[in-house]
């Protein structure tokens, strides 16, 4: 338990949750560093971008499980269950373990190795579930109705977390007051909504949100080009950004809940290639020193589309996810043994 208000717990006074213990690993306040190749490339004022891949568990999803755990902690639950695509999944398996809790994961066929052995790592229950990510939270809920565990799947399902993420919004402004745009990678969306509500229970301007989503599974992306108010199930998932492959079948609402608020704050929302998103995280890595896996570099990705900035612009990208739980081929290293070597390969 934390003793002392710091991380997102620092906010606690603010935020729209019961008084609960403070779990904590340390989550939060993570830090922000400017891009000024980022900035040039673009053309605007300044491009900043804040580091959510230094969470303990190596994702955003680490400030909505501590308070979703916390809450079952105090509410006396048996159990925690989360359905994920794989960064909720470590962090439910780590805030569990803390808590002294039994956890359940659930995450679709396929999920990226390096994820699911960050989960295995606490000791939760993981279990594949096929069908996609929609199917694993389904069954979820089951799961929830059937042991009476606490349900810590970071869509909107939990408010307690959901309330959490506000603390991007609320450390944003600490940190980079003024600012114009976010950038969000976005699957079902409760990070935009905290964002938004965070700048607003502030009472100053919310910079603009700049909902990312992969062409192959864009549902609220979709919807907000289209003029619709509300959003839609993704039908066919053709997308290798695992974290941003949510289709929410069976629970659309909440694309729509993120539709208001991006709308509510004069935002726009981005489809874009996988290529794209590859490239930007090629970039994140090679110019900036930033690993990300692909789903966080999905913002990025949006900012480097052309046409949509001002010279004035001061924007921010959230990197939502670290590149060193993202499956990836090991590369093919070459066998040096002496300085002639190396120079034969520069």
């Known amino acids: 338990m934390e003793s002392h208000g710091s991380g997102i717990w620092r906010y606690q006074h603010r935020l729209p949750l019961p008084d609960l213990a403070r779990l904590s690993l340390g989550e939060g306040m993570t830090p922000v560093v400017c891009a000024p190749e980022l900035a040039e490339l673009v053309g605007v004022a300044e491009v900043w971008l804040k580091l959510d891949q230094l969470n303990p568990t190596g994702s955003f999803k680490d400030r909505a499980v501590a308070a979703g755990v916390a809450h079952a902690l105090a509410n006396r639950a048996p159990g925690v269950v989360c359905a994920s695509s794989g960064n909720a999944a470590a962090s439910a398996a780590a805030y569990a373990a803390r808590a002294g809790l039994p ?3 659930l995450v679709p066929v ?3 190795a390096a994820k699911v052995a960050a989960a295995n790592a606490h000791g939760a229950r993981i279990l594949a579930v096929p069908g996609g990510y929609s199917a694993a939270f389904a069954l979820g809920a089951e799961l929830c109705a059937e042991l009476g565990y606490a349900n810590v799947a970071t869509t909107y399902v939990n408010p307690h977390a959901v309330a959490a993420l506000r603390t991007v919004g609320y450390e944003l402004h600490e940190q980079l007051p003024g600012l114009t745009d976010v950038y969000v990678p976005t699957s079902a969306g409760p ?3 905290g964002v938004v509500a965070g700048y607003r229970d502030l009472g100053v301007p919310v910079p603009r949100p700049v909902v990312a989503q992969p062409a192959g599974c864009a549902p609220i992306a979709r919807a907000y080009r289209a003029g619709h108010d509300t959003v839609e ?5 053709d997308t290798r950004v695992s974290g941003l492959d ?3 079948v069976g629970y659309p ?13 004069d935002g726009r929302a981005v489809a874009l290639d996988d290529d794209e998103i590859d490239a930007a995280r090629r970039l994140l890595a090679r110019q900036c020193g930033v690993h990300a896996e692909p789903a966080a570099a999905a913002s990025v990705a949006a900012l480097l589309r052309p046409g949509t900035h001002r010279h004035s ?3 921010a990208c959230l990197i939502t996810g670290h590149g060193m739980k993202a499956a990836s081929d090991p590369p093919v290293l070459p066998t040096v043994d002496s300085v002639d070597a190396v120079r034969g390969l520069m």
């Open 233 to 237: 199930p993704w039908r066919h998932v």
């Open 103 to 105: 956890a359940i994961v």
């Open 110 to 112: 396929g999920t990226p």
């Open 313 to 315: 612009d001061r924007v």
């Open 191 to 193: 990070l935009v909504h």
């Open 253 to 265: 609402t909440d694309g729509t809940h993120t539709l208001r608020s991006l709308r509510s704050a």
């Open 246 to 248: 949510d289709a929410l």
